[in-house]
């Protein structure tokens, strides 16, 4: 039976060290978000009006594409950053910001609520939050280089905005992660204690998460 799991959370929270996870520990088939293959992304940090319509489309028909994988695979998926997100936090911020126009956020919403009727929801939302300085910290270790210059603000504002689409968010159910203390990685009472947490929202006498391995 097909199973979907989505990872959201802000950038540099560790969205994609638990889609590894999860995807080793359960030998489910991953699915990545393509920061790396969008051609406007650095253009995109250096001026955020001109190349912020462009690179939002990109990452929307890109994600729609995903979604429609995702959708047809069979077994447990599990996607790192969902569709939701790229529409109602980092749309949204460019146009709150002024970044992107009436004309080009009209366009922008109106492929999206196509989308919308076309893709299925997660059958769970995990949810990663932490602190700011923790965020802040996670992505300077990780040395992108197009993120090194993110301001603040725009961090807090993603934040924000993040946290009051969780709050409104029904499509599925939801398990919400503080990680600014979780090591599930390292430590093996916090591995467990997802485990557990994820099993008791997607039980597996419902699903097959095929064979669990060691960690």
């Known amino acids: 039976m097909h199973r979907s799991i989505g990872i959201a959370g802000n950038m ?3 969205k994609s060290t ?3 996870f999860l995807s080793r520990t359960y030998d489910i088939h991953p699915f990545y978000e393509p920061d790396e293959d969008n051609p406007y992304l650095a253009d995109f940090y250096q001026d955020m009006k001109r190349w912020s319509f462009h690179s939002q489309l990109y ?3 890109n994600k729609f594409r995903l979604h429609q994988e995702l959708d047809q695979a069979p077994g447990v998926v599990v996607l790192d950053r969902t569709i939701f997100e790229d529409a ?27 989308i919308l009727d076309a893709i299925k929801p997660p059958d769970l939302m995990i949810y990663l939050r932490c602190s700011m300085r923790t965020l802040r910290k996670r992505i300077k270790l990780r040395g992108r280089e197009m993120e090194r210059d993110v301001p603040l603000s725009y961090l807090k504002r993603l934040d924000g ?18 990680t600014d203390n979780l090591d599930y990685v390292h430590d093996l009472v916090h591995r467990l204690d997802i485990m557990e947490r994820i099993e008791a929202v997607l039980p597996q006498q419902k699903i097959d998460f ?3 391995h060691d960690t």
């Open 161 to 178: 905005l993040y946290e009051k689409w969780i709050a409104s968010y029904s499509m599925s159910d939801v398990l919400v992660l503080d």
């Open 18 to 20: 638990l889609v590894e």
């Open 88 to 114: 109602e936090i980092f749309a949204t911020a460019l146009h709150d910001m002024r970044r992107m126009d009436d004309r080009d956020w009209q366009t922008y919403r109106k492929f999206y609520e196509s």
């Open 59 to 61: 990452f929307l028909s």
């Open 12 to 14: 540099g929270v560790g």
């Open 210 to 212: 095929g064979k669990v």
